[in-house]
């Protein structure tokens, strides 16, 4: 089976064309998605997150998002840590998932496909594109922030020149409805290219 990366920067609108591809039967794994139910869900990351990022990581039981973020945001040291821990265990549970799936490719959402290297996973990749300043409205209006934090986190990102150098296809999602002729377009040449 064929593994189709999307991937984009924030706010870009990823997942939301993620959806599309799904309405349209292909599976869809988002790995940010299990990487925060697998911190939450296992014992085993719970207590190395915890000895890493002190008691505060939880609360509640739950996992501490805006303390996190907080911490691996201004040092990498911290980031390239909890990742070590995290992606291990949600590739472990890609693995798994994809044993299950049954259609001719499947859409696996990853926010950091190039800035990981780790574009030979993939059979195919997608980057999804959006002016800066719609990709900020959007998050201002998803997300409990600011402009601030927004922009830094977008400065943080690889440019999206970058990425679209490095990818196969890509959708430029400033208008929904031109997104899914766009995302239609990709799944067809997909399916031709694989059949």
């Known amino acids: 089976m064929k593994i189709v990366g999307i991937t984009g920067g924030?706010?870009?609108?990823?997942?939301?064309?993620?959806?599309?591809?799904?309405s349209l039967g292909i599976p869809v794994y988002i790995a940010d998605v299990e990487a925060k139910a697998l911190m939450n869900r296992s014992k085993l990351i719970r207590k190395k997150l915890?000895?890493?990022?002190?008691?505060?990581?939880?609360?509640?039981?739950?996992?501490?998002?805006?303390?996190?973020?907080?911490?691996?945001?201004?040092?990498?040291?911290?980031?390239?840590?909890?990742?070590?821990?995290?992606?291990p265990k949600v590739a472990?549970?890609?693995?798994?998932?994809?044993?299950?799936q049954n259609a001719p490719y499947i859409l696996k959402e990853v926010a950091i496909i190039f800035e990981n290297?780790?574009?030979?996973?993939?059979?195919?990749?997608?980057?999804v594109v959006?002016?800066?300043?719609?990709?900020?409205?959007?998050?201002?209006?998803?997300?409990?922030t600011s402009r601030e934090k927004i922009k830094a986190i977008i400065k943080n990102q690889l440019s999206d020149a970058e990425k679209i150098k490095?990818?196969?296809?890509?959708?430029t999602n400033n208008n929904l409805d031109s997104a899914k002729i766009q995302a239609l377009k990709i799944h067809n040449?997909?399916?031709?290219?694989i059949a």
């Open 10 to 22: 924030i706010g870009s609108g990823k997942t939301t064309i993620s959806n599309y591809f799904e």
């Open 50 to 87: 915890t000895s890493l990022f002190g008691k505060a990581a939880y609360v509640e039981g739950e996992l501490n998002r805006a303390f996190l973020a907080s911490k691996i945001f201004s040092d990498k040291e911290l980031l390239l840590k909890m990742n070590a821990i995290v992606h």
């Open 92 to 100: 472990s549970h890609f693995k798994r998932w994809l044993k299950k």
């Open 117 to 127: 290297n780790l574009e030979n996973q993939y059979n195919f990749i997608i980057t």
């Open 130 to 144: 959006a002016d800066e300043n719609l990709r900020i409205e959007r998050l201002l209006k998803r997300d409990n």
């Open 166 to 171: 490095r990818s196969d296809f890509v959708i």
């Open 189 to 193: 040449q997909i399916i031709e290219q």
